[in-house]
C-alpha cells in the first residue's frame, strides 16, 4: 500500500474506513474509487482523539 500525502502541507495522511485525515493541519479526504476529494477542514479539533473515537474493529 502506497502511503498518501496531504495536499496542503505534504504529512502522510491518517486512514479511518473511508475518511483520511491529516494529523498536522487537519484536512480530511474522502476516497472514492481512485479519486479523493477534500472534504473538511478539521483545524482546531483534536484529530488524534477523533481518529480514537473513529476506528473500527473489522
Known sequence: ???L???RCTTPLMSAATVFICPCCGAA???RGT???FVAD???VSV???M???EVTP
Open 48 to 50: 488524534k482523539e477523533m
Open 1 to 3: 500500500m502506497k502511503l
Open 35 to 37: 479519486r479523493f476529494s
Open 5 to 7: 500525502y496531504c495536499a
Open 42 to 44: 478539521l483545524s482546531g
Open 52 to 54: 480514537q473515537s473513529m
Open 29 to 31: 479526504y474522502r476516497q
